[in-house]
């Protein structure tokens, strides 16, 4: 069964970067579909961005439009998330999923547990 576990997260100031990453095991990463989702205090989780098994990605772009980069690396069984000039509103829970076929706001065949980004202003 594939376990994902996300860290990264912390507390920073409004303008600082953050890198998120994300470990599979269970599993092989190059198999997977990799996503990054938020949830913030008292809202549904939201989609930010994907990356499929061969490297091409998406983002939800009004909000992390050339702030945020997906990336994998299939060797380390890892994706990541880069997170650049980070606002206040970018506060909230970051979940890594996995999906076998999905690549957008429905993917989840599996979930890690969040970790917490808190941006200061």
């Known amino acids: 069964q594939v376990q994902l576990v996300e860290s990264g997260g912390g507390l920073v100031q409004a303008g600082g970067s953050l890198r998120l990453s994300c470990v599979l095991s269970?599993?092989?990463?190059?198999?997977?579909?990799m996503g990054w989702f938020r949830q913030a205090p008292g809202k549904e989780r939201e989609f930010r961005a994907a990356?499929?098994?061969?490297?091409?990605?998406?983002y939800d772009a009004d909000s992390v439009k050339g702030r945020f980069t997906i990336s994998r690396d299939n060797a380390k069984n890892t994706a990541y998330l880069q997170m650049n000039s980070l606002k206040p509103e970018d506060t909230g829970v970051y979940y890594c999923?996995?999906?076998?076929?999905?690549?957008?706001?429905?993917?989840?065949?599996?979930w890690g547990q969040g970790t917490q980004v808190t941006v200061s202003a």
């Open positions: 999923a996995a999906d076998r076929r999905r690549i957008d706001l429905r993917m989840g065949d599996a």
């Open positions: 269970g599993g092989t990463l190059s198999t997977y579909n």
């Open positions: 990356i499929n098994w061969f490297g091409g990605t998406t």
